[in-house]
């Protein structure tokens, strides 16, 4: 198995991501060719309170981030994109709008927005050590032919860290409080595991132009790792967002069942390949969450 990770420097979003796109785009056109949708699911957090930091809300993916895929694959898409989220806090809707998503969409009849609590439902039993849960999933995200994460990595309460992978598995469940259910206890790694059999990034792009760190993932504080990353392997992906992030992506709970479920490979598996910069000279090390240490112990 081999995979390839496409790793950048980046002072401003927009610019950052588009760089980290060339080099896929190939892959990126014939993967296009076949189907008639994107799917984009951002991370859109809280829009009643926004998590501003020094003018940036750290809690949502960066809009320009956005706007760059967009208008990267616009040339090589003639179909429908699609971006997808329900925020955990709030209304969607105002958050479309709030973090202006909703230009997007007014400026091209191609693209639409989809608030998943408006999404059809589908019922998924979702097996973990402890017994099995039924949770309602949006039916968008699982039946997307290509289903873009983008997101910035932050830090997380529960689970250490957070990037494209969590905010997919997560985001596709409906209602904040079936959300909130999963995130007690340290079987959130097998749920999120368990969720991957059925609804997963077909690529990954992980904005770490500025991240957050400390606090995550809403209430955390700017960090400025001047980076972004995207791959096909969106496990890859992760793993070496947490290595860039200064942690060991073995206290990573759901990464590691990840990669024994043969989801991808983990950074540094020699099978991954980084085109563009080296790794070890853009570690910029992230404050964890105060929680870290507990959240670790999680095998």
């Not at 076949?34 to 699911?41: P, R």
């Not at 200064?246 to 020699?270: C, E, R, S, T, V």
């Amino acid at each position: 198995m081999r995979s390839e990770v496409a790793l950048v420097t980046s002072s401003d979003h927009y610019h950052g991501v588009r760089n980290c796109l060339k080099p896929f785009k190939k892959h990126i056109i014939s993967s296009l060719a076949k189907i008639s949708t994107v799917v984009i699911k951002i991370n859109l957090v809280i829009t009643r309170t926004p998590a501003y930091n020094n003018g940036v809300e750290l809690a949502t993916t960066p809009i320009a981030a956005v706007r760059s895929f967009i208008d990267f694959i616009l040339p090589l898409h003639k179909g429908k994109i699609i971006i997808a989220e329900e925020a955990a806090w709030g209304d969607t809707k105002e958050g479309f709008k709030m973090y202006r998503f909703a230009e997007l969409a007014e400026q091209n009849a191609r693209i639409e927005l989809l608030d998943l609590k408006d999404d059809e439902t589908i019922i998924k039993k979702i097996s973990y050590p402890e017994g099995e849960l039924e949770l309602p999933f949006s039916k968008t995200l699982p039946e997307a032919c290509f289903l873009v994460s983008i997101v910035r990595p932050k830090t997380h309460c529960s689970v250490g860290m957070t990037a494209g992978v969590k905010n997919v598995l997560v985001g596709a469940i409906q209602k904040y409080s079936m959300r909130k259910k999963i995130h007690r206890g340290k079987h959130i790694h097998d749920i999120m595991a368990s969720i991957a059999d059925f609804v997963y990034p077909t690529f990954t792009i992980v904005d770490g132009t500025i991240g957050m760190q400390d606090g995550g993932p809403v209430r955390g504080k700017e960090i400025k790792a001047g980076w972004v990353l995207s791959s096909f392997d969106a496990l890859a992906a992760d793993s070496l967002t947490t290595y860039l992030m200064g942690f060991d992506a073995h206290d990573i709970g759901y990464l590691n069942l990840l990669k024994d479920k043969g989801a991808g490979l983990m950074y540094p598996d020699k099978g991954i390949e980084i085109i563009g910069e080296k790794p070890e000279n853009l570690i910029t090390p992230f404050k964890p969450h105060r929680n870290y240490n507990k959240i670790k112990v999680w095998r």
